[in-house]
């Protein structure tokens, strides 16, 4: 449910609630109490959505740090494996001329 609907919601009862109150014959202490119950319904609801969406925006957080961590490992990994290659190609190198230090 997203936050739009939710506030919706929450001016639609207000409106009934309102509506209800002005009908009804109970006493300025019953129609209150209503209008108060369902705010609290109300801002119950918000919260919830609230919290569903912080727990939504943390769990995306967290897939995006874990697939930066993963990209930059792989790019370090890529990056030894190139210089190990180059190495491996120079002390190839050397050796093909009888070099006398074959290391690089």
């Known amino acids: 449910m997203n936050i739009k609907r939710v506030l919706l919601q929450s001016a639609l009862?207000?409106?009934v609630a309102g509506s209800l109150a002005a009908c009804s014959d109970d006493s300025t202490d019953s129609t209150g109490k209503k209008v108060d119950d369902a705010m609290s319904k109300t801002g119950t609801k918000v919260e919830q959505t609230m919290d569903k969406a912080g727990d939504a925006m943390d769990d995306a957080g967290d897939k995006i740090s874990n697939k930066a961590?993963?990209?930059?490992?792989?790019?370090?990994?890529?990056?030894?494996?190139?210089?190990?290659?180059?190495?491996?190609?120079?002390?190839?190198?050397?050796?093909?001329?009888?070099?006398?230090?074959?290391?690089?």
């Open 13 to 15: 009862v207000m409106v």
């Open 69 to 104: 961590s993963d990209a930059s490992d792989a790019m370090s990994d890529t990056a030894t494996d190139a210089g190990n290659a180059i190495e491996d190609a120079c002390e190839k190198a050397k050796e093909g001329v009888n070099a006398d230090d074959t290391d690089c």
